[in-house]
């Protein structure tokens, strides 16, 4: 009888369908890049065999670690280690590629055995150092993806690589990536003699406790862990798991709405034979099962159509899915399909115990319509009052479009905050302009060589420079994220950060910590705090005009220079202009003169920052997601509206309305609920960055900026998706027989 039930109204279940299996299939495709991320770095860290991995603590990603060269030889030397082997990682752009991996090894790594040479030669093999380039091997999957061979040529941030070689790991992770020379590197990623880890061997398993307590004493500022330890470190795999929950999570609770929406009008349709199974001798208890058995029918035929749509994807985007690692492994199917199967028991469960509730003699009394009787307000036109009458399903449908409108909205405003406290962090530095490395992935990967600021210093136009360095460090008792930002204690940049206790920093091993973060910590000035293995004593508590700053500390320059690895390196310089009527000028002369750096105004560096152009595609494709979720859901409801009322529809044909006034009645309902459910996503916004500051210890880092186009572009999207909805159903109005809609039962 279920299967009977459902394929009555193949519209209503094939849009219900549709709507699940949209966020299954976006679970599952975003589920296995985080899978494929997971594995990659699993196998990428244990598959050389090594026992023991010596690397910087507490590092956000094996990428943002970094250990001094001359740490590799003092190793080898220790009587337990039978060998040692550098091993540096980094993210770059490549050919429209906006995250590049590139690996390098220490000449002779016993871990460089794992990569397999399929096509060429390899990196330091005779007759390599040629003119057009230079040399690099390129993963099998990077060069799949990239339609690259031998030979060809491949641009990595700004500068021109040569193939001379294809090699296969089988690692998804290295696969998508280059192996390039280690000097090189070091170079590209502004880690000068500087490596994310060295793999260890030892003699004898049984000496790596010694050998831990030794490396203890000699380095306190690194950590000698295990390799499969090291690896459930990486935060970065964290990250992704959030991010696929996030957008797939949004996905379904909407698809989870329209179901419960479309189980609910499934009822009402169906109140006089419910009535009459009543009548015949069915228990409540047989009637809930028969609704709640659809819903999960529903849900599971969702689910697979969600995993057919994904794996399908993949295949016709394979190239691509190996080059990000993509792996679909069973654990995520089921965790789909079980995704499914509870939404279906909670979409069903109070149509189902509606069902159950209903009188068989009013049930057999029903004639079509609302349940319950008609409920009409004093005020208002016949769409508000259709909408009013059935406020259940109205709720419900607001409650689609407003997550639908809310998430965009937030996700825009936290956005638009991000950029103004980057913007902030210049004007309140006094800068005009403001200097990154050009043709990077992100900002915080940017490595200005302090020569390029010397070289701005001496510019006539240019007043002063300041350099600053950020990176990120893991708190190891919370395991929250720690932002640290380095200042020169001299330079006049540093003053934008006012202090509410204490003084600023004069030297090295000193910390000015953000007032959210110390109240997190529970930290207060003279107190110490330990950061990547460094131990500093905080001189002071700062504000600042952005929330993420507070999120960490200040130290100096040099500090912040070693925490990240980088040397003589800032990731930003802040330039303040003599003239400021000539800064734009002056913007144009430092890219034409600097090509390895961008420069940007002040006030229109956030928006060339390439992570925030990242963040606005990620945002597009939620919007894209959530609309056509959002959309099947309001089409569903809209559908589900004529076809529960016609035979009133058939009555105002009878009486002499035009189709065009059915028209335009069934609009109007779309438009309005559109209205609402802008009103009802602007709430669920509200509510959404509300429960983002919320959250403990990262939190306070999102500062949403509202301003009145994120509006606009809210009741934009309602709007577009009330009438979107309402299109096809008011066309079917109006193709209602006004004879065979009055004989409607």
Known sequence: MIRKNLLRRKARTLLTVLGISIGVTAM????????????????????????????????????????????????????EVQEVAGFLQGYTQAEGIPFFIVFAHTPGSFALDRYQLIEGQNLHSAGTGGSRGKPVMLGKAAAEALDKSVGDTLRITGATYRIVGIYETGDALEDSGALMDLAEAQSLLGKPRQLSLFYVRLKNSQLAERLTERVDRLWPDLELSGASEFADRQLLVDVMDAYVWVIGGLAIVIGGVGMMNSQLMAVVERTREIGLLRAVGWSSRRVLLMILGESVTVGLLGGALGIAVAMLTLFLIREWALFFGAVVQAGLILEALSVALVLGMLGGAYPAWRASRLPPVEALRYEGGSLGGVRRLPIGGMAFQSLWQRSARTLLTLGAIGLTVGAIMALEAVVRGTMASMTEMGLGGGAEIMVRQADIADTSLSAID??????????????????????????????????????????????????????????????????????????????????????????????????????????????????????RKVTLYEVSVRDPSQADLLVEDINARFPEVHSALTGEFAD??????????????????????????????????????????????????????????????????????????????????????????????????????????????????????????????????????????
């Open 28 to 79: 599952i495709l975003l589920g296995s890049l985080a899978d494929g991320l997971d594995v990659g770095y699993t196998d990428m860290l244990t598959g050389s065999d090594a026992d023991l991995v010596l690397s910087q603590p507490q590092s956000f990603d094996v990428g943002y670690s970094s250990v001094e060269a001359e740490a590799g030889d003092a190793l080898a030397a220790m009587p």
């Open 450 to 567: 302090k020569r390029i600021g010397d070289s701005l210093a001496a510019l006539p136009q240019v007043e002063s420079v300041s350099g600053m360095i950020m990176t990120v460090a893991i708190m190891p008792d919370s395991g929250g994220f720690f932002i640290v930002l380095g200042y020169s204690p001299s330079e006049y940049s540093i003053r934008r950060f006012t202090l509410v206790e204490g003084k600023r920093i004069s030297g090295n091993h000193q910390l000015m910590i953000g007032q959210l973060m110390a109240q997190a910590l529970k930290k207060g000035v003279g107190d110490t705090i330990e950061i990547s293995g460094v131990r500093f004593r905080i001189t002071g508590i700062y504000e600042s005009g952005g929330g993420w700053e507070e999120m960490g500390g200040v130290v100096s320059l040099r500090d912040g220079q070693a925490l990240a690895g980088r040397p």
């Open 608 to 745: 060339q920052m390439p992570d925030l152009k990242n963040a606005e595609v990620m945002i597009n494709t939620i919007s894209v997601l959530a609309i056509a979720v959002g959309g099947l859901g309001v089409l569903n409801t809209m559908l589900m509206a004529v076809m529960e009322r016609t035979r009133e529809l058939g009555i105002l044909r009878a009486l002499g309305w035009p189709a065009r006034a059915v028209l335009g009645l069934i609009l109007r309902e779309a438009v309005l609920i559109g209205l609402l459910g802008g009103v009802a996503g602007t709430l669920v916004a509200f509510a959404l960055t509300a429960l983002m500051r919320a959250a403990p210890m990262v939190g306070e880092a999102f500062d949403p900026r509202w301003e009145w186009d994120v509006f606009v572009r809210a009741f934009a999207v309602a709007m577009l998706l009330g009438v979107a909805g309402g299109l096809y159903p008011a066309y079917r109005a109006t193709r209602l027989q006004p004879v065979e809609a009055l004989r409607y039962e």
